[in-house]
Structure formats: structure tokens, C-alpha cells
């Protein structure tokens, strides 16, 4: 409002300070003229306006124009005054229309409850020259009249503000009151399905907020520095905000809807076994993810659920029922990939489905050429050998996870196609390995031509070994036959167990040196088991050649026991087969593996020399295979996931690269019909399965910009769905993913504080919400509503609870984007009251 300048000479510097009883007759005074000189006007209620900073005006609430009164010490002239052109609700009024005249003060935003005097200020004359009162930096709430502790009131000077409105209005003068949606602002979206939880006041926490990160690429007005050291006699005040993660994913929980459900396993998802209540945490994020699943399984297609199942299905947390969870939606995952699959060969392979049908499916991974009038029929496609070896892979693998039995029918023939192929293979050298490995699947899985598969295999292992040499007895000196026995026991207990063999095995029709060379074998094959044990069994060139003559020895000298012999001839293949295995690596690593494992197959108890050099092929294989062709690489999962004798520690890693391929593929394929929920699904837990590969990354930032710029125009909720959506994406791409999380974070904090009915938790979200980018003029609008009427609140309470009002300020002292005018108000009042 404005106000005429006075003339200088007028001005003069008034403060007064009384006591109780003083006051009290000043009020008296002041009524009694006011009765006197407006008493036509008695039977009509006055309202007394004022704003933060002075009490300007009176108007009839009949409409008719009244001078303004002010108190003057200084002077009795009237002087009319201007009246204020607009006029707004008042608080407060000044009623004269009670029984015998006695005017009282009340408070109309709380017409039920007995008011306490706040501010009274009368002129004896209507028209009055006023002096002008200096400018002063006080805080507008200093401008009523204070009770203080000594009961003096205090009539601070008037703020001569050049400015109509500070800014600052009070509830009920045009400004939304707490708790309101702010539906007259069209610019401000509201969500009346969104329920309201009451704030929470009770002690502040340690904060655990994973909801205020800030985009380091969008400058944002600076965050608060650090708080200044305590002033010595200053009391510190602590806030409510932020909240510990606790409170927040509670105040999710209770909201119970699915969008503050997934809020609260998202955010909640981030708890570390260190924090505060981490077991309550944890309890709230399980009841939220088991809804969140039970609301995807009953309403597949409620806009939720594919965002609710991945986003259960990324958590990291070491919990038995999460893990629990995430096991069901895998495993149906898997059920749903393998369905796909199967459904596609099935059309492609099958002669009563056109090529046209399998065009048209929507489950199929590739589109053919259709039928046409011109060329009626087209050439059915046939699978390819790898479409082949997939589907027996993915039946076996299902079977495993599930533990069901393999039937016939469930590879669709494709288990059978898969010998012929290996057969086909074995035939060209340099594709061995690929023969043995699809042999192999066979052999594991398929319930009906394992046993062909397993013979095919070992004969083709066979033809891997190199021939032996022959062997060649040692030169002994010869014993005459009737000391052998004498002899030959000598040479067996000084450890001449070869000696003992060669030389006494054409003797055994006597029964007493058939003993000794027995207990000779005996002896010999121990040792050479011992040996073949160690660890530099298929490192020393010495001991090799040593274990390879007494196996050899053991097998095929004359005389040694059948059982010894037996025994020796197959240790002998298994060593050399492991040594071919280790000589082979150089050249072809998959091969490698696929010996090795044969070898240490075939050993009861696979010796640790064995062992380790299994242990060591596999692990290269492993670490070479991300280098491969996408053909390549997958051999190599495969071959080292198949074999139950390989490391399961290789095997489980291999397993899920190998899955992590495969759902790559099927999140391209269906990308290219344009399911991007489903694409989303399988690229994340291709990521999830596989994040050192970036198999996705491509597609991932094409389906992300696409999804993004859809949701830049719609609604907050519609885009939270997508959101929610990308968020949960594990290993999304960095620079898309800093853009998700910080939107996401932003339309959160906005809703949470527009909807949040505490004024504190409100400002504070919405400042959260104003830091970004994405909600910034938009948090701006409610935030300035909402800090206007905390700030007014805070001036409310200082006469009553001087700690709750620093709080208050301190609240919004602390919050970004809070006006610069109410930040430093807010800083002085708090000078005042003496709290830090």
C-alpha cells in the first residue's frame, strides 16, 4: 500500500516503553475516543487491517470509507489520509456492536477459540499529520506489540517500507493455506488420489536421504554452507528435516498406493547395514515388494507392473525374503523367455505355420518376408543349428533351476537335430571343438539320444590323444632262477617296483614270486598315484615322463595283476588326456576345457594336479571369452556351464553371460515391435546378469530418449511411471540414468511437499524439488506460498514458544529457494530470539 510522504520537518523518532498498568489506561483512552467519535457507526462491526509490517487501515465492513487512525503524541492536526484501493480478508477485528459498546479484539482465522491481545494502535484525531518514522532493520512481526516477560509493552517503530506488499502475506490474505493442493494454480498439478500423511513432528534423526542428490551438470542455487559456530549464550534448535530414511520410507508405506509403494523400495533400497533401524527399513521394503509383486501377478497390465517386478528384481540386499522374491520373478522370467523361444522354433520348424503366421507373431524374435499374391508361398524357413543348440540348452538349463523333469516332446526335436549337426562337425578338425560341445548338450540333457551322444563323444575325445610311444623295458642283469626269489624281494623293498615287474612278471607261475610282483604292482601303482596327485604333475617335465613309464609299465607288462593293469590303462588316458589338454590351450582354449574336463571326468577323485590345471584353463576361458565374436563367446559359456565337473563358480558365471546374451537378444527383438516394457524387462536383467559386457547399452539409450521425451509432456504421475521405470534398469547407461534418477527425485520432492500437510517437511521438500532443474519454476510458485506461511507461523509462535519459532526460521534459513526478503527476516528473528 502506498503511502504519502510527510514532510521532513514533521518526523520525529517516537519509541515507547511502558508498563503493564500504563498500557492498559493508553488502550482505555484510545477506545473511549474511538466510541465517541464514530458512534453513528456503532451498530456496524469495524475490521482493522494490517499487514507484517503496521496496521494501515480501517474499513467498515459496510463498505463505507473510514479515515485511518493512528496514534500521534506529536501533533493534533488531521490530515486526511489516502485510502487503500484494494482490500483484502482480515485477521483480525475490532467489534463494537456488543451489549453496552464494550469493543473487543478477536482473531477471525480462529473464531472458536479466546484470543490474546496482539497489536493495538488508535489515533485521537481522524486527521492527524503523522510524522514520518525512521527506517529500521527489524523483522515484520516486530510491528504488533509485544508482551514480554517483564510485562512492558514494547511499541516498536514503524517500517516505512517504500514497497506496497513485502511479500510476506498472513493465511487468509489471498495465500494458500497448509495443506492445500493449490488447485486455483493451473500451473501446479494436483493428485487427489494421492493420500495426505500427516507430518511427523517428533524428534529429529541422523538422515539417511537418498532423495536430495543433485545433478552436478544442472548449477543450482548454492546449498547452505556449513552452519556457523554456536554464539556463546545462543540455544540450538534442531529440525525436523531432512528426515531419517526411516521416516521417509514410512510415510511411504502408509501412503500404500503403488507409485509410493515402489517410492518406498526404491528409496528404502539404499539402506546400508550400518544405518539407523535398518531392520525396520528392511521389514517396510519387504511388506511394500511383496504388494508391489502380488499387484503385477493379478493386474499385469495396470501401467506398473513391469517397473514393480525389476525394481524388486535389482535390489541388492542381503535379505532371505527379498532374495526369496527375486528368485520367483527370475525363475518366471526364465519360464516366460524359454515359452518365447520354443514358440518361435516351433513356427519355424513346423510345416503347418506359414512363414506369413510367423511373420505376424508377436512372440516371434524375427520377421520373415509374408505371403503375397504374386508368390502365394514362400519358402518355409528352416532353424539354424545355433536356433537348435539354444533350445536343448534352454530346456536343460530350465530343468536344472527348476528341478522338473525333461520330456521328450519339450525339444520339439531340436535335441535330435543337434546330433546330427555334431556328427556334421566332427567331420572338419577345426570344428571340434563345436562337435564336442553340442555332443556334450546331448549327453546332459536330452533324455532320449544322451546315450549316442555319449559314445559319439568319447570316440571323438580318443582321436584327441596322441599316440604313445612303445614302451621299451630297462636293461637288467639277468637272475638266475634259483635266487629270482631272494632277488626280486630285495629289489622290491629297496623300491625297484618297475625292476620287480620286468624282470619277475614271466615268473609268476610261481606262486611265491607271483606275490612279490603283486605287492611290486601295489606298491608301484600308489607311488605313481601319489605322484600324478602333486601339483607340478603337469608342470615338471621329469615327473611326467616318470608317471607316464610306470602307468605305462603297470598296463602293459606281463605278470601285473588284471585289476592293477586296468586301473593303470585308464589313469594313463585320463593323465595324457589332461596333457593334451594343456598342450592344446595355446591354440584353442574352448578345446582345452572340453578335454580337461574329460579327463577329470573319467578320475573317481580328481587329483588335485588335475584340479588345478581344470581350475586354471577354465578361469582363462572365462577371462578371454568377453574378447571373442558373440559366436565364440557363447561357445565358451556354454561349454564351460554344461559340465558338471567344472568349477561352479565358472559354471554359475558362465550360466548367467550365456542368459545375459540370450535376453539381449530378445530385448532387440522386441524393441523392434515396439514393446519397450518388455525390452526394458530383458535388457535389464541381461545387464543385471552381465554388467561388465554394456551388452545393452545402445539399445538402452534408444528406448530411454524415446520413453523420455514421450513423458516430458504428460503428467507427474504419467511420468513417474516412467520414471519408475528406467530407474529400476540395472547398469542403466550413466548419462541417461543421472537424468532419470534426478527427475524422478524432483516430481518426488514436488509431490511430496505439496502434499505434505507439515510446514516444515513441505518447505523443505520443495526446496529439495527447487534445487533441480526439471521442477524448479514449478516448486518455486508452492514453495513461496509455503515459506510465506511457515514464516508467519514462526512469527505467531514467538510470544508463545520462542524455541518452536526458531525452528521455524531456522527451517527456512536452511532451505534453498526461499526468498531472500523471508531468509534474512527469518535470520534476525532468530538473532533476537537468541537460537541458533
Known amino acids: 500500500m502506498s503511502k504519502e510522504k510527510e514532510p521532513s520537518s514533521s518526523k520525529k523518532k517516537i519509541k515507547i516503553v511502558v508498563s503493564g498498568a500504563t498500557a492498559l489506561m493508553i488502550f482505555s483512552a484510545g477506545l473511549s475516543l474511538y466510541h465517541h467519535w464514530d458512534q453513528p457507526a456503532a451498530s456496524n462491526p469495524i475490521r482493522l487491517t494490517h499487514s507484517n509490517n503496521d496496521i494501515s487501515s480501517v474499513v467498515a465492513s459496510s463498505g463505507k470509507r473510514k479515515s485511518q487512525i493512528r496514534l500521534n503524541t506529536d501533533s493534533d492536526q488531521p490530515t486526511p489520509i489516502e485510502q487503500p484501493k484494494e482490500r483484502k480478508k482480515q485477521n483480525f477485528s475490532l467489534k463494537n456492536n456488543i451489549d453496552n459498546n464494550v469493543v473487543y479484539i478477536v482473531d477471525l482465522s480462529e473464531p472458536d477459540k479466546n484470543q490474546t491481545v496482539m497489536g493495538l494502535v488508535v489515533d485521537p484525531a481522524k486527521n492527524a499529520p503523522l510524522p514520518e518514522i525512521p527506517k529500521k532493520e527489524v523483522p515484520p512481526i516486530l510491528s504488533t506489540i509485544i508482551l514480554d516477560r517483564e510485562d512492558e509493552i514494547i511499541v516498536p517503530p514503524d517500517i516505512d517500507n517504500e514497497n506496497e506488499n513485502t511479500g510476506l502475506d498472513l493465511p487468509g490474505e489471498g495465500t494458500t493455506e497448509e495443506g492445500s493442493t493449490g488447485e486455483g494454480n493451473s500451473e501446479i498439478p494436483t493428485n487427489p488420489e494421492e493420500p495426505q500423511t500427516p507430518g511427523d513432528t517428533g524428534e529429529p534423526t541422523t538422515p539417511s536421504n537418498p532423495s536430495t542428490p ?24 534442531a529440525l525436523i528435516v531432512p528426515e531419517s530414511l526411516y521416516t521417509q520410507i514410512k510415510y511411504y508405506t502408509a501412503a500404500d498406493d503403488t507409485a509410493s509403494l515402489q517410492n518406498a523400495v526404491f528409496y528404502g533400497g539404499q539402506v546400508k547395514k550400518q544405518d539407523e533401524d535398518y531392520a525396520k527399513i528392511i521389514d517396510l521394503i519387504v511388506s511394500s515388494a511383496v504388494k508391489l509383486k502380488d499387484q503385477a501377478v493379478q493386474d499385469p497390465s495396470n501401467g506398473y507392473a513391469y517397473s514393480s517386478l525389476q525394481l524388486i528384481n535389482s535390489l541388492q540386499l542381503e535379505d532371505q525374503k527379498i532374495q526369496a522374491l527375486q528368485a520367483e520373478i527370475r525363475k518366471e522370467l526364465y519360464k516366460q523367455f524359454l515359452n518365447n523361444e520354443i514358440q518361435l522354433y516351433v513356427a519355424k520348424s513346423s510345416p503347418s505355420v506359414s512363414t506369413a503366421e510367423v511373420s505376424a507373431s508377436p512372440e516371434s524374435g524375427e520377421l520373415e518376408p509374408a505371403a503375397t499374391a504374386e508368390n502365394p508361398e514362400v519358402t518355409k524357413p528352416s532353424t539354424s543349428p545355433q536356433e537348435d543348440k539354444d533350445i536343448v540348452y534352454y530346456v536343460g538349463k530350465y530343468n536344472e533351476i527348476t528341478g522338473e523333469k525333461i520330456e521328450k ?32 548338450m546331448d549327453a546332459q540333457y536330452s533324455p532320449e539320444v544322451s546315450e549316442e551322444a555319449k559314445q559319439q563323444k568319447e570316440e571323438l575325445v580318443k582321436k584327441q590323444v596322441k599316440p604313445l610311444e612303445e614302451r621299451k623295458p630297462g636293461e637288467y642283469e639277468e637272475i638266475p632262477p634259483e635266487t629270482a626269489l631272494e632277488t626280486l624281494t630285495k629289489l622290491k623293498d629297496s623300491g625297484q617296483y618297475v625292476q620287480v615287474i620286468e624282470q619277475g612278471g614271466s615268473l609268476v607261475s610261481n606262486v611265491d614270486i607271483a606275490t612279490v610282483v603283486n605287492d611290486a604292482s601295489n606298491l608301484l601303482m600308489q607311488q605313481t598315484d601319489s605322484m600324478e596327485d602333486e601339483l607340478d604333475a603337469y608342470t615338471s617335465a621329469t615327473k611326467q615322463k ?3 613309464t610306470q602307468y605305462q609299465t603297470l598296463a602293459e607288462a606281463p605278470g601285473v595283476p588284471a585289476e592293477y593293469a586296468k586301473a593303470s590303462e585308464d589313469r594313463l588316458y585320463q593323465y595324457r588326456l589332461m596333457i593334451e589338454a594343456r598342450d592344446t590351450a595355446t591354440d584353442d582354449l574352448a578345446k582345452a576345457v572340453i578335454l580337461a574336463s574329460e ?31 558373440l559366436e565364440k563367446e557363447e561357445q565358451a559359456y556354454e561349454i564351460l556351464s554344461t559340465r558338471p565337473v567344472i568349477n561352479s563358480v565358472y559354471a554359475q558365471k558362465a550360466t548367467s553371460r550365456k542368459q545375459a546374451i540370450s535376453y539381449s537378444k530378445t530385448a532387440n527383438d522386441m524393441w523392434q515391435k515396439q514393446n519397450a516394457n518388455g525390452a526394458l524387462q530383458y535388457a535389464g536383467e541381461s545387464n543385471r546378469l552381465y554388467p561388465e559386457r554394456h551388452l545393452n547399452d545402445e539399445l538402452l539409450h534408444e528406448i530411454s530418449n524415446s ?43 514436488y509431490i511430496r511437499g505439496k502434499d505434505e500437510q507439515n510446514l516444515e517437511k513441505a518447505v523443505y521438500y520443495l526446496g529439495e524439488s527447487w534445487e533441480k532443474e526439471w521442477t524448479k519454476d514449478l516448486a518455486a510458485v508452492l514453495l513461496d506460498t509455503k515459506s510465506k506461511q511457515l514464516f508467519t507461523e514462526a512469527n505467531e509462535m514467538r510470544g508463545v514458544d520462542f524455541a ?19 531468509k534474512q527476516a527469518s535470520k534476525q528473528a532468530m538473532d533476537e530470539l537468541k537460537v541458533n
Open 804 to 822: 518452536l519459532a526458531g525452528r521455524y526460521y531456522k527451517t527456512l534459513v536452511n532451505t534453498s529457494g526461499v526468498s531472500d526478503e523471508i
Open 707 to 749: 520413453l523420455l521425451e514421450k513423458a516430458s509432456g504428460r503428467s507427474f504421475q504419467e511420468q513417474l511411471k516412467t520414471y519408475n521405470l528406467l530407474a529400476s534398469v540395472p547398469e542403466l547407461p550413466n548419462d541417461i540414468n543421472q537424468v532419470v534418477i534426478t527427475r524422478k527425485e524432483a516430481v518426488d520432492q
Open 409 to 440: 516332446s519339450d525339444f520339439k526335436e531340436a535335441d535330435k537335430k543337434l546330433l546330427e549337426g555334431a556328427k556334421k562337425d566332427s567331420e572338419a578338425e577345426e570344428n571340434t571343438a563345436e562337435a564336442l560341445n553340442k555332443y556334450q
Open 546 to 548: 616318470k608317471i607316464v
Open 214 to 237: 543433485s545433478n552436478p551438470n544442472n548449477p543450482t542455487d548454492p546449498v547452505p554452507s556449513e552452519p556457523e559456530k554456536p554464539n556463546p549464550g545462543y540455544k540450538t534448535v
Open 599 to 629: 579327463a577329470a571326468t573319467k578320475e573317481k577323485v580328481i587329483s588335485e594336479g588335475a584340479r588345478s590345471l581344470l581350475n586354471k584353463l577354465s578361469s582363462d576361458l572365462l577371462a578371454a571369452a568377453d574378447g571373442y565374436s
